[in-house]
């Protein structure tokens, strides 16, 4: 274990702890905090972290964990759902695990998160809401359309493997700026 693999994990583990307290605030800083070990991998020196895609899945069960404990306060439909969907994703990265195949993140796409994220906002900004069955089914297709689009650009088409997070930036500057 490198002194980078540390660092980088230390990072990621701290900035899920904020969920407990603050569930929507604390897990949009988590999934940040997700992304930002992409550029402390790209900038730190310290050794390189070995198989990045186990490390990253490895880690994100810590904060996939945080907002399980956090999804167990709710009741009913919410909570139902978000169990169910922590075990749709355990499944898909235990499977990754064993074969070690990304592509297998496809069939089992992290809709957990974004349903934690809808739920927290909900809570957040429309306590007392009431689910109903159309407004699940939206909401689950919506989320799992969206995360099956990012997990096909990630594992399997895997757009964003041959560039690093610097230059991702770079690009996205001169796309904003035209420089």
């Not at 693999?5 to 997700?34: E, M, N």
């Not at 909900?122 to 009431?130: E, K, T």
């Amino acid at each position: 274990m490198t002194p980078e693999v540390l660092v980088i994990g230390a990072v990621r583990i701290l900035g899920s702890l904020p969920v407990l307290r603050w569930p929507l605030a604390g897990g949009l800083l988590a999934i940040l905090v997700d992304l930002s070990d992409l550029l402390l991998r790209d900038t730190l020196e310290l050794g390189g972290i070995p198989d990045y895609q186990a490390f990253d899945k490895w880690v994100d069960q810590v904060y996939l964990a945080l907002f399980l404990v956090v999804a167990l306060r709710w009741t009913g439909v919410e909570r139902s759902i978000a169990i169910g969907l922590y075990i749709f994703r355990l499944v898909g990265f235990a499977a990754f695990e064993v074969s070690g195949e990304r592509s297998l993140l496809l069939l089992f796409p992290n809709v957990f998160e974004p349903w934690f994220l809808l739920v927290a906002a909900v809570h957040h900004w429309r306590p007392g809401f009431a689910w109903r069955p159309a407004t699940i089914v939206l909401a689950l297709l919506g989320l799992s359309a969206i995360k099956e689009v990012q997990e096909w650009a990630l594992h399997g088409a895997r757009l964003f493997d041959g560039i690093s997070s610097l230059e991702f930036l770079d690009r996205v500057r001169v796309v904003l700026t035209g420089d």
